[in-house]
C-alpha cells in the first residue's frame, strides 16, 4: 500500500501500529526523518509472480507537508516523488533488476498535468521520468475514476460497467479505480521478450447502484451491473462491529429542511451552507466573532429529512480540535488576506462565516466583520481547527499567539451539539448570500 497523507492526521506511532498490523507491505520512497536523513518506510517491496520479478515503489504527495496535521510530523520531510522515483527506479535496475516495476502512488491524477495549486501529481511524474522506466503507475489522492475521453482529458462523468480507458504518458499506464471501494480496477498484461503489453482494462463496479423513475412516477435504485455477492466470512468478521456500533451511530439527533451541501466539488470552489453551519458551530462553542477552515476538512452532504450522528462523522471523520484565538484587527486582517489567497480546486479552499470581502489583487476590499467594519485596534475571536492552526493547508499559525486557546473539544461533537440544539435546521439560515468574492 502506498502511504497517503492521512496517515498523517494521526501521530506516527498510530501509523506504526498499523503497520505491525497490516499483512501487507506500507510503502513510500520520499518520506524522510529530518534528523537523520534517513527513510522512515520501507521504498519499494518485491514480488515473484508467473516466474517475473515484480518491483513496486510506493510514493505519497509532498503536499502531505501542508495538508496532513503539521503537529504530527515535526521531525518528518516530504521530498518530491518524481526525484526519488528517478532514485529508487536507478537502484533497484542496478540491484534487483526486477522484469516490472510499477510505481502505487498517493499523489493525484490531474489532466494534461495541470494540477494548479497541489502538488505535481502522476502525470506530471510520468513525464518527468526517462519513458517507459515504469510499466504502470497505480494512483490515488484525486478521487477519480481515471478514464479518458480524449488525449489528456478524463471523462466528466464516468458511468459505471462502461469502458474504460485508462491515461498512458511517456509509456506509462496511468490507473486509478476512484474512491471508497466503489471498483475494482483490473489490468491484463502480456510479457513477452522483455516487453509489457497492455491487452485489457476495466472498472468494475463493486454494487454500484443508481436511482431509476418508472412511468408510475415511484423511483427506486438498481444495481449498475450484475450484484457481487456478499463474502460471508468477511460478514460474520465485521458484523459485530457494526451492530455494536449500530447503536449510537444511527439516533436521530436532529432534522433539516434542505440538503446541506458538502461534496467535495462545491467545498472546494464555492462557499456553502454546510461550511456555514460547521462554523457556525464553532463560533456558538467558544463565542467567536467569525470562523475559518478549509474546505478539504468537510467530506460529505447531508440530505434533507433526519440527521443521524453517522451523518455527522461523515461530515467531519477526522477528529481535529475546535480551536480559537483572540487577534487584533489588525491581525484579523493580515491572517484573513492570506487565507484568501488559497485557491479553488484544493483542500485548501477557506469556508468562511461572518465575514464579508471582495477580493481583488491579493487584497481585501471592503472587509467586514459581523456586517462592521474591521477595527483594526479591536481586539476580535477567531475560530477554527487545530489543522490550520497549526499550519495545515498552508493556512498562517495561531499556535504561537499569545491569544491562542486549544478548546480541547472534537469538531464532530461541536457540529452534533449544535444540531441538537439548533433542531430543526432551516437550510436558508446557512446559505451563503455572496459575502465574499473574488475579482
Not at 514480488?47 to 505519497?60: E, P
Not at 491515461?167 to 502480456?190: S, T
Not at 484587527?329 to 489567497?341: F, M, P, R
Amino acid at each position: 500500500m502506498a502511504i497517503g497523507n492521512h496517515e498523517f492526521d494521526n501521530p506516527l506511532t498510530v501509523l506504526r501500529q498499523q503497520e505491525k498490523w497490516a499483512k501487507f507491505p506500507l510503502l513510500s520512497a520520499n518520506i524522510y526523518q529530518k534528523s537523520t536523513g534517513e527513510r522512515l518506510f520501507k521504498p519499494w517491496a518485491l514480488f515473484k509472480r508467473q516466474d517475473l520479478k515484480i518491483a513496486v515503489i510506493g510514493l505519497t504527495t509532498d503536499d502531505t507537508a501542508k495538508i496532513g496535521n503539521p503537529e504530527y510530523f515535526t521531525d518528518i520531510e516530504f521530498r518530491k516523488p518524481a526525484d526519488e522515483a528517478k532514485l529508487v527506479i536507478q537502484e533497484l535496475q542496478q540491484t534487483e533488476k526486477p522484469d516490472i516495476i510499477i510505481a502505487a502512488t498517493h499523489m493525484g491524477h490531474y489532466d494534461n498535468g495541470e494540477h494548479g495549486s497541489n502538488a505535481p501529481g502522476d502525470v506530471e511524474m510520468a513525464r518527468a521520468l526517462p519513458a517507459g522506466s515504469l510499466a504502470m503507475i497505480v494512483g490515488g489522492h484525486s478521487q477519480d475514476p481515471v478514464c479518458m475521453a480524449a488525449e489528456n482529458k478524463k471523462q466528466v462523468d464516468y458511468v459505471p460497467g462502461t469502458p474504460c480507458k485508462p491515461d498512458q504518458q511517456n509509456g506509462i499506464w496511468i490507473v486509478q479505480a476512484h474512491e471508497w471501494g466503489k471498483y475494482v480496477g483490473r489490468a491484463d498484461f502480456e510479457f513477452r521478450n522483455g516487453e509489457m503489453k497492455m491487452v485489457n482494462y476495466q472498472l468494475i463496479p463493486v454494487n454500484l447502484k443508481k436511482k431509476v423513475t418508472w412511468e408510475d412516477g415511484k423511483s427506486e435504485r438498481v444495481l449498475y451491473t450484475p450484484e457481487i455477492a456478499e463474502n460471508q466470512q468477511m460478514i460474520s468478521l465485521l458484523s459485530p462491529f457494526q451492530n455494536k456500533g449500530k447503536a449510537q451511530l444511527e439516533v436521530k439527533i436532529g432534522e433539516t429542511n434542505g440538503r446541506l451541501e458538502g461534496d467535495r466539488d462545491k467545498v472546494r470552489f464555492v462557499q456553502t451552507n454546510m461550511g456555514r453551519l460547521i462554523l457556525a458551530a464553532q463560533m456558538d462553542r467558544t463565542g467567536a466573532d467569525l470562523a475559518v477552515m478549509s474546505g478539504g476538512g468537510i467530506r460529505d452532504s447531508i440530505e434533507a429529512g433526519d440527521i443521524s450522528y453517522k451523518n455527522v462523522l461523515k461530515v467531519q471523520p477526522f477528529g481535529n480540535v475546535v480551536v480559537y484565538a483572540d487577534m487584533t484587527g489588525k491581525e484579523v486582517i493580515d491572517y484573513l488576506t492570506a487565507v484568501a489567497q488559497m485557491k479553488p480546486d484544493s483542500g485548501a479552499y477557506p469556508q468562511f462565516a461572518n465575514v464579508s470581502f471582495v477580493a481583488k489583487d491579493g487584497k481585501l476590499n471592503d472587509l467586514k466583520i459581523k456586517g462592521e467594519p474591521v477595527d483594526p485596534a479591536k481586539t476580535y475571536r477567531m475560530a477554527t481547527l487545530n489543522f490550520n492552526a497549526t499550519g495545515g493547508d498552508g493556512y498562517p499559525r495561531l499556535d504561537n499567539k499569545p491569544g491562542y486557546v486549544n478548546t480541547g473539544f472534537i469538531d464532530a461533537e461541536v457540529l452534533k451539539a449544535y444540531i441538537q440544539k439548533s433542531s430543526p435546521l432551516d437550510v436558508s439560515v446557512y446559505e451563503p448570500k455572496g459575502e465574499v468574492s473574488w475579482q
